[in-house]
């Protein structure tokens, strides 16, 4: 595996379950990142961590809860979403924070249903 | 004000003809700035980052006017291929946080 990985690609949950998604960087990074897609709107910064420290929570509701267990792994623990909170949840990854100046590399990231 | 802002279009280009579009920024303090490109259904990735004497990569072009806070994209010779959204991207407030707009769509046409 190259780069960045996400699963699963496409989910569909409802209100009430409890589900995960999967970020694998392959890339030997020290930061990483949750961002949401949602149709017509800019990409949103949710999480970031560096060195499996997060550093910035981006007023993201607590139905949303990252996990870093290590540098090259990311979690984002899901429970009890809206319909509003279905999007494309992308993935990713940068050598160091830096200042926001090193490139991003993005997953394929996972298109999220919420019903 | 919004942190990037970007005419979403669509921009329907003519293949082989040319085309530019601005993203206005409203953080003066921004030091780093970035063209991604995204198709359709797939993730971001880097087009080119913009610097302060404007450079070149083949049939882009990218500037940047900090005077008036905003940052350009030309695309000369248009293939079908250069079909996409393109992302402005600045790095926001506070060090670690990209801002990104939501993105200028090209279609280009036969």
């Known amino acids: 595996e190259t780069g960045v990985t996400q699963t699963p690609r496409h989910l569909v949950m409802g209100m009430t379950n409890k589900k995960s998604l999967k970020c694998e960087q392959h890339l030997g990074h020290n930061a990483m990142y949750w961002y949401k897609q949602s149709a017509k709107k800019p990409l949103e910064l949710m999480f970031v961590y560096s060195l499996e420290e997060r550093v910035e929570n981006n007023s993201v509701p607590s139905r949303f809860s990252p996990e870093c267990p290590n540098s090259s792994h990311l979690f984002l623990h899901l429970h009890t979403l809206q319909p509003e909170d279905s999007a494309l949840y992308l993935c990713?990854?940068?050598?160091?924070?830096?200042?926001?100046?090193?490139?991003?590399?993005f997953g394929p990231g996972t298109r999220l249903t919420v019903t | 004000r919004k942190e990037v802002e970007q005419d979403p279009g669509p921009f329907n280009v003519p293949e082989g003809a040319t085309v530019a579009f601005n993203c206005t920024y409203s953080n003066s303090a921004s030091q780093s700035f970035f063209w991604y490109r995204q198709d359709c259904r797939k993730e971001p990735k880097l087009l080119m980052s913009?610097?302060?004497s404007g450079n070149e990569d083949g049939r882009f072009t990218a500037q940047l006017n900090r005077a008036s806070q905003y940052i350009s994209l030309l695309i000369r010779d248009s293939k079908l291929s250069d079909s996409a959204t393109y992302l402005c991207v600045v790095n926001g407030d506070g060090n670690n946080r990209l801002a990104f707009g939501k993105g200028n769509q090209v279609v280009v046409i036969p």
């Open positions: 990713a990854s940068s050598q160091d924070l830096g200042g926001a100046t090193y490139e991003q590399y």
């Open positions: 913009v610097y302060s």
